[in-house]
Nanobody
Framework: QVQLMESGGGLVQPGGSLRLSCAAS????????MGWYRQAPGKERELVAA???????NYADSVKGRFTISRDNAKNTVYLQMNSLKPEDTAVYYC??????????????WGQGTQVTVSA
């Protein structure tokens, strides 16, 4: 059993900052790529940022220069620092991780989602 637990969402004014965290727990042998996705009302889920185990990152064009993804492999945790937030960043943010369990079964796991609302 593997679980991803997110935290850090909330309401923030335009130009403000938030930091999301996502901790993986359970029967984890190794975690490969980790990432954050978001889904706004009426839109499809989209990739925001991803990071490999070695620390290589990629970002959606819409967040480059404003968001930073990082991870702590010892804690099985991924972070998303969001600065200069805009109303269009409003969405439910989901953590994703590609995990290999102790039974050597690999798959994608998702968190439950955390709401981020950017509004004056």
């Amino acid at each position: 059993q593997v679980q991803l637990m997110e935290s850090g969402g909330g309401l923030v004014q335009p130009g403000g900052s938030l930091r999301l965290s996502c901790a993986a727990s359970g029967s984890i042998f190794s975690i490969n790529a980790m990432g954050w996705y978001r889904q706004a009302p009426g839109k499809e889920r989209e990739l925001v940022a991803a990071i490999t185990r070695d620390g290589n990152t990629n970002y959606a064009d819409s967040v480059k220069g404003r968001f930073t993804i990082s991870r702590d492999n010892a804690k099985n945790t991924v972070y998303l620092q969001m600065n200069s937030l805009k109303p269009e960043d409003t969405a439910v943010y989901y953590c994703n991780a590609h995990i290999t369990t102790w039974r050597i079964v690999s798959g994608d796991y998702w968190g439950q989602g955390t709401q981020v609302t950017v509004s004056a």
